[in-house]
């Protein structure tokens, strides 16, 4: 090979060797860039951010767990033009941010950044809350009710619900009431309740309520209705008060026993046995009160048609509107206090007001209580069994005075 030759290409073998030594030393000085002004420093993020909703607010909380060196958080929103400062005073364990952050109503973007004394940043964690105000607050409504009725006897008042929408966050309805004590009672039912019962309610005092929202499951403050007032109840003293008169067991032909009254076993004389049915009769087709003795039942003595109720002090008259009977056989309409009515023999001494039930027609007492008081109100009646009756066919009316 000619001297010329072999000099052309160890030039060119050089000149190749000096571009890639070149191109070596360029890609080695890339992470130069990269490094302007010093190495990036991040202080470790807040760990597990809640964002919980409230009335007009967020409220926020998480943890500060690695990096002791945190001093401050900042939580920033509105696409970063609103923004608050909190210091952070961190201890060797796991810290706990809890911030409430004013905001008006609506769906906001938040974003959480932690940082050192010398200012360096974490990366930033993003979260999203909802703040509720005036729009959500007036398309709330209260929980429809049906009947509200008082009844003496148990001293309780039930309301009937109607149905709710859940959706709007109706939790609880809420019912304040003064009970027999004189003391105002504030009860919370679950919304989805279709009965409340008012434990000890004081008759003639009206109540309110008004329903309870929380508008979703991490919302902090609770969101209520204006107040339904001056609901009065429907007071009930006495039950099946009403004619006909409702039957509670019967012989599906004549006999039976009254709904809402006590028999004693004297008044049950009709029946298998004559000792199942009494107090009740289907009278051309009617319910009525019933004593009865004779035409194949055995007499009766002392026989009791009563229910106990409660009374607080006042005046009352209890009248009977229309009464049949036989000329045979003695009945008495008595009040006493407690659970039972006296035989007729203790009438005078054992009863607060009596009055004779002879004849037909209509029959009243009145009476005055001095305290509240348990009281029993019925009949008592001896029926000879030589034919002998006594029907209560008209309202029995309660007043009072």
Not at 101 to 110: K, Q
Not at 266 to 292: D, F, I, M, W
Not at 316 to 338: C, E, K, L, P, Q
Request: proline share 4%; net charge neutral.
């Amino acid at each position: 090979m000619k001297r010329h030759t072999i000099w052309k290409l160890f030039a060119h073998a050089a000149w190749l060797l000096l571009l890639c030594g070149l191109s070596s030393c360029s890609k080695s000085d890339d992470y130069r860039k990269y490094l302007e002004g010093g190495e990036k420093i991040y202080t470790g993020k807040i760990d597990s951010v809640l964002v919980y909703s409230g009335r007009e607010r967020v409220y926020v909380t998480g943890l500060f767990m690695a990096d002791p060196k945190i001093v401050k958080l900042r939580a920033y929103w509105n696409n970063g033009q609103d923004s608050i400062e909190v210091p952070v005073t961190r201890t060797a364990g796991v810290d706990t941010l809890k911030l409430s952050i004013p905001v008006p109503e609506g769906v906001h973007n938040f974003y959480f950044v932690t940082y050192d004394a010398d200012e360096n940043a974490s990366l930033k964690v993003f979260k999203t809350g909802i703040s509720y105000g005036s729009r959500y607050i007036s398309g709330l409504i209260n929980k429809p009710f049906y009947t509200a009725d008082y009844f003496a006897g148990d001293q309780n008042t039930t309301i009937s619900w109607g149905g709710m929408d859940l959706t709007s966050g109706a939790t609880f309805t809420e019912i304040e009431y003064t009970n027999t004590q004189g003391e105002l009672v504030t009860q919370r039912d679950s919304i989805g309740f279709t009965e409340s019962t008012l434990r000890n309610y004081m008759p003639g005092d009206p109540l309110r309520y008004r329903t309870v929202f929380i508008p979703d499951t991490l919302s902090i403050d609770t969101f209520y209705t204006n107040y339904a007032s001056n609901i009065s109840p429907r007071l009930a003293y006495l039950r099946n008060i009403d004619f006909p008169f409702q039957r509670n067991t019967w012989d599906n032909a004549r006999w039976g026993t009254p709904a809402g009254w006590t028999v004693n076993t004297a008044a049950k004389n009709a029946g298998p046995g004559n000792s199942t049915y009494g107090g009740y009769e289907l009278r051309n087709g009617v319910g009525v009160l019933s004593l009865e003795g004779g035409w194949g039942l055995p007499g009766v003595v002392n026989g009791k048609i009563y229910q106990t109720t409660n009374l607080q002090a006042g005046r009352y008259r209890i009248t009977i509107n229309a009464i049949d009977r036989g000329s045979s056989g003695t009945v008495y309409f008595a009040v006493s206090s407690g659970t039972s009515i006296p035989d007729q023999a203790g009438l005078a001494s054992g009863t607060i007001a009596y009055v004779n039930c002879s004849g037909n027609g209509a029959k009243s007492l009145e009476f005055t209580l001095t305290e509240a008081t348990q009281l029993t109100v019925g009949f008592v009646g001896n029926m000879p069994n030589t034919g002998s009756y006594f029907k209560v066919q008209g309202n029995i009316v309660f007043e009072v005075l």
